[in-house]
């Protein structure tokens, strides 16, 4: 059976995953063709309109980029127009609620996927399989999309250009851009300017106007995306790629991190462990007077007892022990004695309730100061 031929409908800024396309098409014998030439002008249009009349299947790599392409629309158009089959292959991750494609046969494509290169590879084999079918009479070909860009090529394709003509040629394309929504009539429209600066006859200050403009709408730099993966020969493609396996499945072996591939002795016999942290000992304040300095709580209790004795006997000394008793138990709340602050509150409210207790004592007894004097004459 003949290889059919493929035309790929596409919109510039998504060149690079159609050209891997096409190349992995023509790996296995499958003649695809994609525009690489200057959008513009009736020669080129009448170009991309003779190849899809010759060919068996026309490939719409649909994309926002593409959604918008005049050119891409008329591509497609025409083929349908024609009679000619049309595959859609979705290329970016575009919303198709908001395409008129969302009712069509679409299928995905990843340049670094094996399995959807096939199911593009089998469905323009099974396409390019069909009987054509003739249109009689044929349709009217689609006007060029941007047929305006034509007379800048014809003007830019003179052999001299004037101050004026050069001026008025920079502006006219400035205005195009401005108005223009194509991306791909948009970039024929950045390599017009990117010609004109390169003129030898180009006059000083119309090369620095587009050295300034080109550098004001160039959009900003993208990062370097990740290297594409080469184009899949013909025996890798056909290769059927093994079936993907339950993540529930009890057999798969776990997945080992590339930085464990070459495990070490420690981790050969099992996982390693945690490494325990030891508990903090408290140390009590002050001075430390060896291992055996900290108390326990046997030490704290007799310390708190002998504050609640003389505390007591302070009942009996007006208070005056009580006062020996506060500072007994203002060592044990040092040392973390948990009976040291009652047995200190009530020592300090012996020994005040005491001073208290002999201030009004003194207070209260009689001077003898008077007796013994002498009130009178004596005899």
């Keep these: 059976m003949k290889n059919p031929r493929v035309f790929i409908s596409y919109s510039s800024p998504d060149r690079p995953p159609v050209e891997i396309m096409a190349k992995s098409l023509r790996n296995v014998d499958v003649d695809a063709w994609i525009d690489r030439e200057l959008h513009g002008g009736g020669t080129w249009w009448a170009q991309i309109l003779d190849q899809i009349e010759q060919t068996d299947v026309l490939v719409y790599a649909l994309s926002e980029h593409a959604r918008r392409s005049k050119a891409c629309q008329a591509e497609r158009a025409y083929a349908r127009a024609l009679r000619k089959p049309v595959l859609i292959v979705r290329i970016d991750d575009i919303d198709l609620a908001r395409t008129q494609e969302s009712f069509e046969q679409i299928f995905d494509y990843d340049p670094q996927s094996v399995d959807s290169f096939i199911t593009l590879l089998n469905e323009v084999k099974r396409l390019g399989a069909m009987p054509p079918v003739s249109v009689d009479p044929k349709p009217e070909r689609p006007p060029v999309p941007g047929a305006y860009i034509h007379d800048f090529v014809v003007q830019l394709d003179a052999d001299e250009l004037t101050w004026t003509q ?60 990740p290297a594409s993966p080469s184009p899949l020969p013909a025996t890798q493609v056909m290769r059927p790629t093994p079936p993907r396996r339950s993540a529930s499945a009890s057999s798969m072996p776990p997945r080992v991190p590339p930085e464990s591939a070459t495990p070490s002795a420690s981790q ?73 602050t009652a047995a200190l509150w009530t020592s300090l409210a012996v020994a005040v309730a005491g001073l208290v207790l002999l201030v009004v004592l003194v207070a209260a007894t009689p001077s003898d100061s008077g007796f013994g004097t002498d009130t009178g004459p004596g005899f």
């Design 166 to 225: 050069q001026s008025r040629l920079l502006e006219d394309i400035k205005l195009s851009l401005k108005k223009e929504e194509d991306p791909r009539t948009r970039d024929d429209l950045m390599v017009l300017l990117q010609r004109l600066s390169r003129r030898p006859d180009v006059v000083k200050d119309v090369d620095a106007a587009i050295v300034a403009y080109l550098a004001q709408v160039a959009p900003p730099a993208s990062p370097v995306p």
């Design 268 to 340: 050969a016999v099992g996982p390693r462990p945690r490494a325990e942290v030891p508990a903090p000992r408290a140390t009590p304040p002050g001075p430390s007077t060896g291992p055996t300095s900290a108390p326990g709580p046997r030490t704290g209790n007799v310390l708190s007892t002998v504050a609640f004795v003389l505390a007591g006997l302070g009942l009996f000394t007006f208070g005056l022990v009580a006062w020996a008793g506060a500072v007994v138990a203002g060592i044990g709340l040092s040392r973390k004695d948990p009976h040291a």
